[in-house]
């Protein structure tokens, strides 16, 4: 299996809350991020964690992290049309970088 | 805008062609990656140069060569193309091995 598993697709409403699951297999992954992609963009960094930490917050994201079920989210509140995107979760260690497949977000007025 | 710029951003060529895909960064970054990205598929790590020496090669076929002439600059070289390789080949930059990525906007390859 993949080492990093995301769901492909993802639909809401605007301003309703999106919540992107993202599973990995190393349990030695020292930083776990989110990626977001827009058309014809490179990824951008939205937020990163730290193996040992369980939650971070930055305004409308906030990232869970189950160290032990190896389980990783990305809740965006108040979802805007402008968040539509595709969503990649990454995990790393060493000079090793991991992505998932993309969730692609569809937020629907 | 990351500080990552990729040149060019549409690339078509034949599969007997010849070409190079440049990446450039001016961000004093140490580690520069290749990756593929192929529709409904995760990113494919290719190549992990750190400062300047290549780290990583992850069983890429020898029609891909790397080059990392500088810490600010990482090409692709590519030649006798398949047309299974054309997909969106992002570069990007981190400032050790264990930070996160900066990346490019990426070249679309296509080969036909």
Redesign the interface.
């Known amino acids: 299996g993949?080492?990093?598993e995301q769901s492909?697709f993802l639909s809401v409403r605007e301003g309703d809350s999106s919540v992107i699951n993202c599973t990995y297999t190393d349990s030695s992954s020292?930083?776990l991020?989110w990626?977001k992609q827009e058309p014809?963009?490179?990824?951008?960094?939205l937020t990163?964690i730290f193996s040992n930490m369980d939650m971070k917050q930055d305004q409308r994201l906030t990232v869970l992290l189950n160290k032990k079920d190896k389980h990783l989210s990305l809740r965006i509140a108040d979802t805007q049309t402008g968040d539509s995107a595709i969503y990649?979760c990454?995990e790393?260690?060493?000079?090793?970088?991991?992505?998932?497949?993309?969730t692609r977000l569809t937020v629907k007025p | 805008e990351?500080g990552?710029t990729?040149t060019p951003r549409h690339l078509v060529m034949g599969m007997t062609n010849k070409k190079s895909l440049k990446c450039e960064q001016h961000l004093g970054h140490n580690?520069m990656?290749w990756?593929k990205q192929s529709a409904?598929?995760?990113?494919e790590?290719m190549f992990?140069y750190?400062l300047e020496e290549r780290?990583?090669n992850n069983s890429v076929p020898s029609r891909f060569s790397p080059e990392c002439p500088n810490s600010s600059h990482l090409f692709l070289h590519l030649h006798t193309l398949q047309p299974e390789d054309s997909a969106l080949y992002?570069c990007?930059s981190s400032p050790t091995?264990?930070?996160?990525?900066?990346?490019?906007?990426?070249t679309r390859l296509t080969v036909v």
């Open positions: 993949e080492d990093v492909l020292t930083y991020y990626y014809g963009a490179g990824l951008q960094l990163y990649f990454a790393s260690k060493n000079n090793d970088m991991r992505f998932g497949a993309g | 990351t990552v990729q580690a990656y990756y409904k598929k995760p990113l790590l992990v750190s780290v990583e992002l990007a091995g264990n930070t996160e990525a900066f990346f490019g906007q990426g």
